[in-house]
Every structure is written in C-alpha cells, then in structure tokens.
C-alpha cells in the first residue's frame, strides 16, 4: 500500500517510481471514478455511492489512495538529495527505461492486504517482480536518505530485523522480497463487515478486469509538491523506448 504517512516532515517535494494505466484505458477510467481523482489528466470527478456506506465514510475510505493516484510502486517515493534536479531524475529514468520491455501479467485478483483491497496478480510475477527490484536499486543515487524522526517511525509500526535492514539500505522497509506489488483502492478497513461491503462493490466495478491479464507498458514519475498535497504524473515514458508520452510539472501553488 502506498504509505499515508510517509509526508516528508522537511517540506521537500517527493518523487515515486509507478506503474499506472494511461489515463484513456478502461483500468485508468474505472479507477479514477472509484476514488474521484485521475492524477494524469487532474480530473476530479463525483464518486458513486456505495449501498450501506455513507459518502462520508467512502470519502475517508478512498482518501489515502485518492492522494497518491491509482498505481503500482515500483520504487516507493523519495526526496532528492542535494545536488539533484528533478530534470536529473526525469532523464535517468527516461533512459531507463529505454532498456526495458513490455511486462505482461498473466490475471489480475482482487485482494485483502492487511485490512486494505487492492488489485494484484494473480499468481507471482518473475518479470515484474525483477522490475520493481531495479527499480529500486537503479533511482537509489538519488533518495535523500531517512533521518532520526523518519526511521523511528517506521520502526515504531514494528519491523522485522530484514525488514529494518532494507529501511536502513533503502529507505523503505518492504521493498524487494518483502514488497508485493498492488494497485490500491482503499484505505485500511479494520472493520470486517465494512470490507465485505466494500469487497462485494469492488468486485462488481472492477469485474472487467479480474482474471484477466495487464500490460505494463510505461514507467512514470509521480510527484507531490508539498507534505498533504496530491501526487500527479510528472513524466510517462513507455517501455523499449519511444518518445515520453507525457509530461506535467505541477508546482506548489
């Protein structure tokens, strides 16, 4: 799941390694009126209800993956150490990806994660696996590394001594073997019948889509230019190579 409260405390903008769906495909469409937002196009739309959750829940419910966009991380997001530009960022993963393929996942399920859904595949992926593990290695030169306070409190959530090992190499405790790739649709739901009325409408919406294989085409960066601010799509740039498809450079207002 992407982290609600991993907002830098430094004020930095913050940048994260995802795969998401080009904002005219079905998945892009679907996902964006589920949580409201598309963070390539900046659309907000109205969402449709739920039966038996009121608007208000649905909003606290939608609001933690409403704020990073629809995605799957690849490398979690990062601030840039000094020295870095963001045109440094951009090019690398430009070039990056040039030397990249097409990742084609077999089937697509819907899954509970820790009191949280999401859509991911549906058996193990070696190939997007190995991505997301280069990607975290490849942009690692450019992660501003975790302070006392950022450490302290991702130990606080209680770490295992490998997961704490990554969170010192890394900065992120559930990368590598210890991450699973996920496209989030929801927030935590410690409430077992809430999760089963938020399943059950899950199911029904992304139907079209379950048991059915994905295409990662593209490797973009998001962006959140401030602490509680919004990540949209900085920079899209398809796998193999080609020209960027997208480029948007959102500033603090």
Same mark, same amino acid.
């Given at each position: 799941?992407?982290?609600?409260?991993?907002?830098?405390s430094?004020?930095?903008?913050? %940048?994260?390694?995802?795969?998401? =769906?080009?904002?005219? #495909?079905?998945?892009?469409?679907?996902?964006?009126?589920?949580?409201?937002?598309?963070?390539?196009?900046?659309?907000?739309?109205?969402?449709? =209800?739920?039966?038996?959750?009121? %608007?208000?829940?649905?909003?606290?419910?939608?609001?933690?993956?409403?704020? %990073?966009?629809?995605?799957?991380?690849?490398?979690?997001?990062?601030?840039?150490?000094?020295?870095?530009?963001? &045109?440094?960022?951009?090019?690398?993963?430009?070039?990056?990806?040039?030397?990249? &393929? +097409?990742?084609?996942? =077999?089937?697509?399920?819907?899954? #509970? @994660?820790?009191?949280? @859904?999401?859509?991911?595949?549906?058996?193990?992926c070696?190939?997007?696996?190995?991505?997301?593990?280069?990607c975290?290695?490849?942009?690692? #030169?450019f992660?501003?590394?975790?302070d006392?306070?950022?450490?302290?409190?991702?130990?606080?959530?209680?770490?295992?001594?490998r +997961?704490?090992?990554?969170?010192l190499?890394?900065?992120?405790?559930?990368?590598?073997? +210890?991450?699973?790739?996920?496209?989030?649709?929801?927030?935590?739901?410690?409430?077992?019948?809430?999760?089963?009325?938020?399943?059950? #409408?899950?199911?029904?919406?992304?139907?079209?889509?379950?048991?059915?294989?994905?295409?990662?085409?593209?490797?973009?960066?998001?962006? +959140?230019?401030? =602490?509680?601010?919004?990540?949209?799509?900085?920079?899209?740039?398809?796998?193999?190579?080609?020209? &960027?498809?997208?480029?948007?450079v959102? &500033?603090?207002?």
């Amino acid at each position: 799941m992407s982290d609600p409260s991993g907002d830098s405390s430094t004020g930095l903008a913050r %940048y994260a390694f995802y795969y998401a =769906p080009r904002a005219e #495909e079905a998945l892009a469409l679907a996902a964006s009126r589920w949580l409201g937002r598309n963070a390539e196009t900046g659309e907000a739309r109205d969402r449709v =209800p739920v039966s038996g959750v009121s %608007y208000e829940r649905l909003s606290a419910i939608v609001a933690d993956p409403r704020l %990073y966009g629809f995605h799957g991380t690849l490398k979690p997001p990062i601030a840039l150490i000094d020295g870095a530009t963001e &045109r440094d960022l951009v090019d690398a993963v430009g070039s990056f990806a040039a030397t990249e &393929r +097409q990742i084609d996942v =077999p089937s697509l399920a819907l899954a #509970e @994660l820790h009191d949280f @859904l999401a859509l991911v595949p549906a058996d193990r992926c070696a190939a997007l696996q190995d991505f997301s593990d280069r990607c975290v290695v490849e942009f690692d #030169e450019f992660r501003r590394p975790a302070d006392d306070v950022e450490l302290a409190r991702r130990r606080a959530a209680g770490l295992t001594p490998r +997961q704490d090992d990554l969170l010192l190499r890394w900065g992120y405790p559930y990368v590598l073997e +210890q991450g699973r790739f996920h496209l989030t649709l929801t927030g935590r739901m410690p409430d077992a019948r809430e999760r089963g009325l938020i399943l059950n #409408e899950l199911r029904r919406r992304f139907m079209g889509f379950l048991d059915r294989p994905l295409a990662v085409r593209d490797l973009c960066v998001f962006r +959140q230019p401030a =602490p509680g601010r919004p990540f949209t799509v900085l920079a899209r740039f398809r796998l193999g190579g080609g020209r &960027r498809l997208a480029t948007q450079v959102w &500033r603090a207002a």
